[in-house]
């Protein structure tokens, strides 16, 4: 049989065809490079730049994101698993890749070294642990490894009032290259500094401790996004910039700070537009019932793709440029909306579902902000059946 035409290829490629068709994720990069370009021009000169791009770059699409952030300048790239690092090795990327995670085994010590990545230790013991993996591959040189200290987050890292012995302990372990010391602010997003001040008080501590025993940490970074919007005095030699990145601030009284372009949209195509009359249920467990006669469209997207259901009858989409609402219950694959005001719409015709159309936005912080969540986890949200598309390569109309 030709393989063009096997069950296998043909499965695929309709599968291809229609995801493309329903609904995407587009990706601006020029928004990206932009964004790249305002977290540089906040930076002293000689200040690094760590682009996190775990969670598939918060759901942008980690290999292109990453490729376009390495080529606008970024210096490192932050993923949170072993896994995310290998794929954008095999992707080809070969910017240094720091691990943020914690490991612990020999199977992800063998990865990490035959991936080219570089842990984060946050004990001893683990420092113990991973050197006696490395011994065991008999390299050539010692894998470099990162040291977090826990200012205040209470998560990974060795207690900040041990840093210099920290630093001692596992310098003087074999097969082991210290890359930096590093710690995560807790607060940076909040008005009040309190708790960000303190951990810049403790990091600096920690930094006086170590450096008084003889120790000199190559480098040094704390800032994450707010931390880099809040105060240079997070800055060190390297700063680890995530959402703004994406075109999103972490905080409404940092938004002054900086000029962000929103990287992502979410899009989907009309399967129907059909009229319904006064009294109608819509949607499951008819939350919605129509007031009036009206045309709704049924849209092909749903809580399975991203869209929390907890949206429903809360959230609007944009169509030729208009609001729209959506009316009743969210469903895994298609919502529905009231289009009574958008005239002769058509099947395949393109909504946004976040994002801007014209002058009109909307914004990941909308939907967080109606459900009582935080942007990060709504731009994680979206799933991969969802293709990513770059802005310049919008799928057509079919």
């Known amino acids: 049989m030709d393989d ?21 994720v587009e990706i601006d990069r020029a928004a990206l490079v932009h964004n790249v370009r305002q ?13 996190v791009v775990k969670a598939d770059a918060y759901g942008h699409g980690a290999i292109d994101v990453a490729r376009t952030l390495v080529a606008a300048g970024v210096d490192w790239l932050a993923v949170a698993t072993v896994p995310e690092g290998i794929e954008l090795r095999a992707a080809g990327i070969v910017a240094p890749i720091l691990l943020l995670g914690a490991i612990h085994t020999d199977i992800q010590v063998r990865a990490i070294v035959q991936w080219n990545l570089q842990p984060t230790i946050c004990t001893i013991p683990q420092a113990i642990t991973i050197s006696k993996s490395v011994a065991a ?9 990162h040291l977090k200290l826990d200012t205040g987050m209470s998560r990974l890292g060795a207690n900040w009032q041990q840093a210099e ?12 290259k210290i890359g930096s010391l590093y710690s995560h602010l807790a607060t940076a997003d909040a008005i009040d500094r309190t708790v960000m001040d303190m951990q810049l008080d403790r990091f600096a501590r920690s930094i006086a401790a170590i450096e008084n025993a003889g120790y000199a940490p190559p480098l040094l970074h704390l800032a994450n996004s707010a931390g880099i919007l809040t105060t240079d005095r997070s800055h060190y030699q390297l700063v680890r910039p995530g959402l703004i990145l994406y075109g999103l601030c972490p905080a409404p009284h940092l938004q002054s700070k900086i000029d962000l372009q929103p ?23 008819y939350r919605f019932i129509a007031d009036r006669d009206m045309q709704i469209a049924v849209i092909e997207i749903g809580y ?5 259901r907890r949206l429903s009858n809360r959230m609007q989409a944009i169509v030729r440029g208009q609001l729209v609402p959506q009316i009743g219950t969210i469903t895994m694959d298609r919502l529905m909306l009231d289009v009574s005001q958008i005239p002769d719409l058509q099947v395949d015709e393109i909504v946004t579902i976040l994002g801007r159309d014209g002058s009109v936005y909307i914004s990941a912080d909308d939907w967080a902000n109606e459900v009582e969540t935080i942007s990060w986890e709504i731009l994680c949200g979206f799933k991969p059946r969802l293709p990513r598309a770059n802005k310049d390569e919008e799928p057509k109309n079919a």
């Not at 012995?165 to 082991?176: A, D, G, N």
Request: aromatic share 8%.
């Open 137 to 145: 591959l008999n390299l050539d040189k010692p894998l470099n490894i």
């Open 39 to 51: 977290v540089r021009s906040l930076l002293k000169p000689d200040t690094q730049m760590m682009a």
């Open 263 to 285: 990287v992502l949209s979410v899009k989907a195509r009309v399967s129907q537009v059909k009229e319904i009359t006064a009294g109608t249920g819509v949607s499951y467990g």
């Open 304 to 308: 399975a793709d991203g869209v929390p």
């Open 4 to 24: 063009r035409f096997s069950s296998e290829t043909v499965i695929k490629s309709i599968d291809l065809e229609w995801e493309q068709q329903r609904a995407w």
């Open 165 to 176: 012995t920290f630093y001692r302990e596992v310098s003087s372990l074999p097969y082991l």
